[in-house]
């Protein structure tokens, strides 16, 4: 082989070596090890929430479909009674969003939240055993002495509503109980504790067959709203005030609703 035809080959040899330094490059990091996907994965969010007892079903289902579109995002929700909540708040406690069951605890925390959106409405209905025994069908049957009748105490919303429509009806009754929340009351009732209770239409709708549901005429009746707002302690404010908003999107109003609340 003449010099000139080994100068070529050496030369394409070199050049081909050089080519292939950087596509090595891309492909190993210098351990050896495959490079990482350039693509970043999505900021890892645990938002904590808390909400109204009679949002449980149906945040959770509200929350699944929430962490579907949102990868990285995780949501706690920690239910109770409005005014549970509210005394949380106040205290400090870590968490993110607040959605009560009235506008008057969420506007009694306006130096804790930012602005609050209505995202639901609900009503109130009767729930009384499945045996239903005392024939109840209508608001005034309460006052029946020989009912047992089970409330929720005065400072939770669902007992405000139902001292609202009580007193505006001007039915006396005597509890036998009044409890901290909507689900306690429902509780009640399901175990046969108290003949009948006041708990939100939503609430006895999920309890199916395991009472009977006597409504209340609109002119009789009171409309809970259910206010959510940001928390100004949340570390994830942004994170956080997206959830919010989510909240009244179709996607969100559509489980609202076919849970039996009604529409902001």
């Given at each position: 082989m003449s010099p000139i035809m080994i100068r070529r080959r050496t030369a394409a040899a070199a050049l081909t070596a050089a080519l292939l330094v950087p596509l090595a490059a891309c492909g190993k990091s210098d351990d050896g090890k495959a490079a990482a996907d350039p693509t970043p994965a999505p900021k890892a969010v645990n938002l904590t929430v808390l909400a109204a007892s009679s949002l449980t079903d149906v945040f959770k289902t509200a929350g699944e479909e929430y962490q579907k579109t949102h990868p990285g995002t995780k949501i706690t929700f920690s239910f109770a009674g409005s005014q549970e909540l509210a005394a949380q708040v106040k205290q400090g406690a870590p968490a993110d969003a607040l959605v009560t069951a009235d506008t008057k605890t969420m506007d009694g925390l306006k130096a804790e939240t930012g602005d609050a959106t209505i995202i639901a409405k609900n009503r109130l209905v009767i729930a009384a055993t499945k045996a239903n025994p005392f024939k109840i069908d209508e608001l005034k049957d309460l006052a029946d002495t020989k009912i047992k009748v089970v409330l929720a105490a005065p400072e939770v919303?669902?007992?405000r509503y139902s001292k609202?429509?009580?007193?505006?009806?001007?039915?006396?009754?005597?509890?036998?109980?009044?409890?901290?929340?909507?689900?306690?009351?429902?509780?009640?009732v399901e175990l046969g504790e108290a003949d009948a209770g006041l708990v939100y239409k939503t609430d006895s709708a999920k309890s199916g067959d395991k009472v009977v549901t006597v409504e209340i005429p609109d002119e009789q009746n009171a409309v809970a709203s259910y206010p959510?707002?940001?928390?100004?302690?949340s570390k994830n404010a942004t994170d956080a005030a997206a959830f919010v908003a989510w909240l009244s999107t179709p996607e969100a109003q559509k489980i609202l609703q076919d849970a039996g609340f009604q529409k902001a």
């Open positions: 919303p669902v007992g609202q429509i009580l007193d505006a009806q001007k039915i006396e009754v005597k509890p036998v109980s009044q409890e901290p929340n909507v689900r306690a009351v429902l509780s009640k959510a707002a940001t928390l100004k302690q």
